[in-house]
């Protein structure tokens, strides 16, 4: 009787179960011109600056073990007086097209990326001393919203003053771009440049020192490779940085003073020779602005 009993409310609770999986998730329109961040840090930092105008906070229904997390929330949203939602977790889901959300979603107007000119305005205090030690990362053709989030969250961790991206065939400032750079895309400002070329040659005459990367040092002709353990950081640098599949142009090549290789610690085999881009740039970026470290203390 009681295995019998059993099967009848397992029976229940299938039958149950498809008919919410039937139910149809309820669509939410947008507000024009917005878009979707999601994820816990890029929220949470998305509400607590002033850089994206704020339209509805999205949470998940009963969400447990981060009922003190969505509680904080919900004091951040009121500060700023962005209404609060509650939603089931498929209605989020489709919300931001199944991404990893954390059970937090955002209505907001996108980030876009700064003018050259804008980052040139004399409001920088003695930042363009030639004493000062700055460093700047630009991307030559980024395309993968993962790598360039990774790439904006390790030059903001380490110490980079400023991201300047190529605006032609690079990947925009989405939300998946904020959700792999785990927030820093909302306090991090990035330039773009229609003219990369140009404006390397210019931050030259200014003297700047231009130092590519490249993963083939036999593949570079006409500039000098050294490995990135032998850099010795003097003066302002830009570090410039190529496709994930490509590398850096033969033009934009040709612009750099050096460049730069990560030595590989063992004999690798054909196919597995290079890292990925955002992990390169991690490295290359520590061994530089490391010794930042070491002349302050």
Request: aromatic share 6%; with cysteine; hydrophobic share 35%.
């Amino acid at each position: 009787a009681n295995r019998e009993l059993w099967r009848s409310r397992e029976g229940d609770f299938s039958r149950a179960r498809k008919r919410l999986e039937r139910k149809p998730v309820s669509i939410i329109e947008r507000t024009e011109g917005s878009e979707i961040v999601f994820g816990i840090a890029p929220c949470s930092l998305a509400l607590s600056q002033s850089r994206r105008d704020l339209f509805r906070l999205f949470l998940k229904q009963g969400s447990g073990s981060r009922q003190l997390v969505m509680s904080e929330f919900i004091l951040q949203a009121t500060a700023r007086g962005v209404p609060v939602h509650r939603l089931r977790r498929r209605e989020l889901d489709a919300l931001c097209r199944g991404r990893v959300h954390q059970g937090v979603c955002l209505e907001a107007t996108p980030l876009r990326f700064k003018s050259l000119e804008e980052a040139e305005k004399p409001d920088l205090g003695d930042e363009e001393s030639p004493n000062r030690q700055l460093i700047w990362l630009v991307l030559e053709q980024i395309q993968d919203p993962m790598n360039l989030g990774a790439l904006l969250r390790s030059a903001y961790f380490l110490g980079v003053d400023r991201v300047v991206t190529s605006r032609r065939n690079s990947c925009p400032l989405t939300p998946t771009v904020s959700k792999a750079s785990s927030g820093a895309m909302e306090v991090f400002d990035v330039y773009s440049t229609d003219d990369l070329q140009s404006f390397l040659k210019a931050k030259t005459a200014e003297g700047w020192e231009v130092v590519g990367t490249v993963s083939k040092p036999e593949d570079v002709e006409n500039v000098p490779v050294i490995s990135c353990l032998e850099f010795r950081w003097t003066k302002p640098t830009i570090i410039v940085i190529g496709s994930e599949g490509d590398g850096l142009s033969l033009e934009t090549q040709l612009l750099c003073h050096r460049m730069l290789a990560i030595p590989p610690g063992r004999a690798l085999h054909p196919g597995i020779e290079s890292l990925n881009v955002s992990v390169a740039t991690g490295i290359i970026l520590h061994s530089i602005c490391s010794q930042k470290l070491r002349h302050s203390d």
